[in-house]
């Protein structure tokens, strides 16, 4: 059920669909206290408290923020609550994955790897590769699809097309073995959240070893005392030896029957020979065994460029970086084997790479170019380093935020706060909805109202409800699960949106933690130390999705977010022939605004730093691959018309959902929650023309709670309209999803109106 479904997706999808989003701000820990024992509030959302600003609220960020190390600083050490009980996955780790005893990367691009008959496709970019079983092909098989090859659909005359993909299972190039049969056994080791070493075994125990990098130049590939051997299912035309680019490597050109040319570099070592021979149409064969021989394939004619890194080859990636106001500095450290002319390897860079680069990275800029699957041209760099510096959001707090100019400030008039109050007066009298309405409307109440009655009537059904949670009294409670290591729901595969195989877990949690730090935010303002009682709980939710160090022994460094391609996945241990995949973009920078937010709240100036170098990651990822506005030249050009993705996989990219077909549901899956922060990442001119283009011609057709979502949508390019829209007379409440409150609605809209 949560395998992301290969092409086409769903076309049964009916309106009455079971919403994957919609009910309450959506996604299952947005709206898990429908299953509170009890019956209470739920929750969802965000804040921190500092200092008054004169034009708004009290409510203010320090904006004179700096750090360094900030990816060694662990947010804990401890083992996780007791509250949590400790289980065992359903889903085993394959026998000869070794993981050292640490935490195993569950939502990560190998972890096709890891699944099922472990022969599913990862993607490096621009390379995919996969254990191959296939009888005649055993090893590892490799292929780099050119754009050319994309297949578009249903209607490929259409434009937009629905929907774009790259074939899969075209073995190009497969490095085995003669040594190699049906007994061939896949293993991974020194796995990490940027890397892990793919071990091919055959059944005498000789092995291939294949570094996985995720934007590795090479598909590189070691024998240990293993007879080499390379097929391919397209056909060799011709496997010529070329000249060496250095002592000690031997290079050849091949040039399949896709007339697809491919070079190859072969590393001996010392006192060992070795020499290929195209044996039959599908088979290039060494003469004997050897033991550390470098196999190194490129999908590339460019002698030039790959003779000068040949022999080098990356074997692990590493973060480093840190922030100082509005800017951030981060790099993606190679670490590297093996020598070359150069003196670096070849690495690829995604759009959104290149176009954050630091200076000095341009003298490592090639001319050659390969097509990803579903995020345009990667370039390739000489060099055994990525470093970048971007702007970072550390002006946004919880304080309404609009990137219109000259709106950057939030004000409210007289008007605007009377209707704001009878909003909030009528709201807050209502219980048993979902906790981010009122986290939201607790922040209005005693921030921009300053409404002492209405605050401490909210607050303490707000801290009741945030309790249950984190004593895990709600019907599903969470458990530590001892296999992958990590905080899961109780639930079974087929509930909570898939919860317990680690499915959307940035989503869920980042709504728990946006809840508690604008309550605790609230409190603190108070004199209240509610968020004593709360902390470890929190913090506990935050290492499952975002701890940031690899030695953690309880949960893996970033399960979620995915540093080399800029966002997060939110498919966790399922198998998918199209990899990875993630639907809703505004939940993922959802989950690290709540991180930031949170992180400021109880002093963790790491993990706020780390979250606002994530999330001014994802103003330019998102932008490229999730949100096309009309000059994007990244996405295919008859796709751009589509303005969102839908869903983004790691191979194909569908304007879709996972519960409709809907408009309505395609596009603001990508709006949703519409908060202090959206701005930021939804530009007033992307917004408006996904208005134009798309969502004027069906807004008056919409008459439930995506109706208000998408005029709240409006706020962000328009926001004397959307104002108008929620402050009218005649304003339905059947217009407000059950996670959005009228209040917070006229609140942020009318701050700029």
């Given at each position: 059920m949560y395998d992301r479904p290969a092409m086409p997706l769903p076309e049964e999808a009916k309106k009455d669909s079971p919403r994957h989003k919609v009910g309450g701000?959506?996604?299952?820990?947005?709206?898990?206290?429908?299953?509170?024992?009890?019956?209470?509030?739920?929750?969802?959302?965000?804040?921190?408290?500092?200092?008054?600003?004169?034009?708004a609220s009290n409510v203010n960020v320090n904006v004179n923020v700096s750090s360094s190390g900030i990816f060694g600083t662990a947010i804990s050490t401890d083992a996780p609550l007791s509250i949590f009980s400790r289980t065992t996955h359903p889903v085993p780790v394959p026998s000869k994955v070794n993981s050292n005893n640490l935490p195993i990367e569950t939502n990560k691009f190998y972890g096709n790897m890891l699944l099922e008959n472990q022969t599913n496709p990862v993607w490096t970019h621009p390379y995919s590769v996969w254990f191959s079983k296939d009888d005649g092909f055993q090893g590892l098989a490799m292929n780099q699809v050119p754009a050319s090859a994309r297949v578009f659909g249903p209607d490929a005359s259409a434009n937009p097309v629905q929907f774009y993909f790259s074939p899969t299972g075209i073995k190009s190039?497969?490095?085995?073995?003669?040594?190699?049969?049906?007994?061939?056994?896949?293993?991974l080791e020194n796995m990490n959240h940027l890397s892990a070493d793919c071990k091919i075994y055959s059944a005498n125990q000789g092995y291939l070893l294949a570094p996985l990098v995720q934007g590795m130049g090479f598909v590189t590939g070691i024998y240990y005392n293993l007879i080499p051997q390379i097929k391919s299912a397209v056909g060799f035309k011709s496997c010529t030896g070329s000249t060496s680019p250095r002592s000690g490597i031997n290079k050849y050109t091949i040039l399949l029957e896709n007339n697809v040319t491919w070079m190859l570099y072969v590393t001996i070592p010392q006192g060992q020979s070795l020499n290929l021979a195209l044996r039959d149409g599908n088979t290039v064969v060494g003469d004997q065994s050897v033991n550390g021989a470098v196999f190194q394939l490129v999908a590339s004619d460019n002698s030039s460029v790959f003779d000068a890194a040949a022999g080098c080859y990356p074997t692990r990636g590493t973060l480093s970086g840190s922030v100082s106001n509005s800017t951030g500095t981060y790099s993606i450290n190679y670490n590297t084997a093996g020598t070359s002319?150069?003196?670096?390897?070849?690495?690829?860079?995604?759009p959104h790479h290149v176009s954050s680069f630091t200076s000095d990275m341009a003298s490592s800029k090639t001319e050659v170019t390969l097509a990803t699957t579903s995020k345009g041209n990667a370039t390739c760099y000489l060099t055994n380093a990525f470093n970048f510096s971007i702007s970072v959001p550390s002006n946004i707090s919880f304080d309404p935020y609009s990137a219109i100019s000259g709106?950057?400030?939030?004000?409210?008039?007289?008007?605007?706060?009377?209707?704001?109050?009878?909003?909030?007066?009528?709201?807050?009298?209502?219980?048993?909805?979902?906790?981010?309405?009122?986290?939201?409307?607790?922040y209005v109440t005693h921030f921009v109202l300053k409404n002492d009655n209405l605050t401490n009537k909210l607050l303490p059904n707000v801290k009741t409800a945030i309790q249950r949670f984190s004593k895990n009294?709600?019907?599903?409670?969470?458990?530590?699960?001892?296999?992958?290591?990590?905080?899961?729901?109780?639930?079974?595969?087929?509930?909570?949106?898939?919860?317990?195989?680690?499915?959307?877990?940035?989503?869920h949690y980042g709504y728990h933690i946006m809840a508690a730090a604008v309550t605790c935010a609230v409190d603190k303002d108070l004199g209240g130390n509610f968020v004593n009682e709360i902390k470890n709980w929190i913090n506990d939710l935050c290492r499952d999705i975002a701890t940031p160090d690899d030695g953690d022994q309880y949960f893996p460094a970033f399960r979620s977010f995915d540093w080399y391609n800029g966002h997060s996945w939110a498919k966790g241990l399922y198998p998918s022939g199209d990899g990875k995949d993630e639907e809703s973009s505004s939940e993922d920078y959802n989950a690290y605004y709540a991180m930031k937010l949170w992180a400021s709240v109880i002093n963790d100036s790491a993990m706020e730093h780390r979250a606002l170098l994530q999330l001014g990651i994802m103003n330019g990822s998102l932008n490229d691959y999730f949100?096309?506005?009309?000059?994007?030249?990244?996405?295919?050009?008859?796709?751009?018309?589509?303005?969102?993705?839908?869903?983004?996989?790691?191979?194909?990219?569908?304007?879709?959902?996972?519960?409709?077909?809907n408009l309505e549901y395609i596009q603001m899956i990508h709006a949703i929650p519409i908060t202090s922060f959206s701005s930021f990442i939804r530009s007033p001119t992307f917004c408006q023309e996904e208005w134009n283009e798309k969502l004027k011609a069906i807004v008056n057709d919409v008459n439930d709670g995506w109706k208000g979502i998408i005029m709240l949508n409006v706020a962000l390019f328009d926001p004397s309209t959307s104002y108008k829209f929620f402050s009218d007379s005649s304003f339905s409440n059947s217009y407000l999803d059950n996670g959005q409150s009228l209040t917070w609605s006229l609140c942020y809209s009318g701050a700029f109106a």
């Open positions: 701000l959506i996604s299952k820990f947005k709206k898990l206290a429908t299953h509170d024992k009890h019956s209470a509030p739920q929750q969802v959302l965000e804040q921190q408290v500092h200092q008054q600003e004169t034009s190039l497969v490095l085995g073995s003669t040594d190699f049969d049906s007994n061939v056994t896949l293993g002319n150069k003196g670096t390897t070849a690495m690829f860079a995604l709106k950057s400030s939030p004000s409210w008039s007289d008007d605007v706060k009377s209707k704001i109050t009878a909003a909030a007066t009528t709201e807050v009298a209502v219980s048993g909805k979902i906790l981010a309405k009122y986290a939201w409307i607790l009294t709600q019907s599903y409670p969470l458990s530590y699960d001892q296999t992958w290591k990590g905080i899961v729901s109780t639930a079974d595969s087929s509930a909570d949106f898939g919860n317990s195989y680690y499915n959307d877990h940035h989503f949100l096309m506005a009309n000059n994007n030249t990244v996405q295919p050009p008859n796709f751009i018309g589509n303005k969102v993705t839908g869903i983004l996989f790691e191979n194909k990219v569908d304007h879709t959902t996972y519960f409709g077909m």
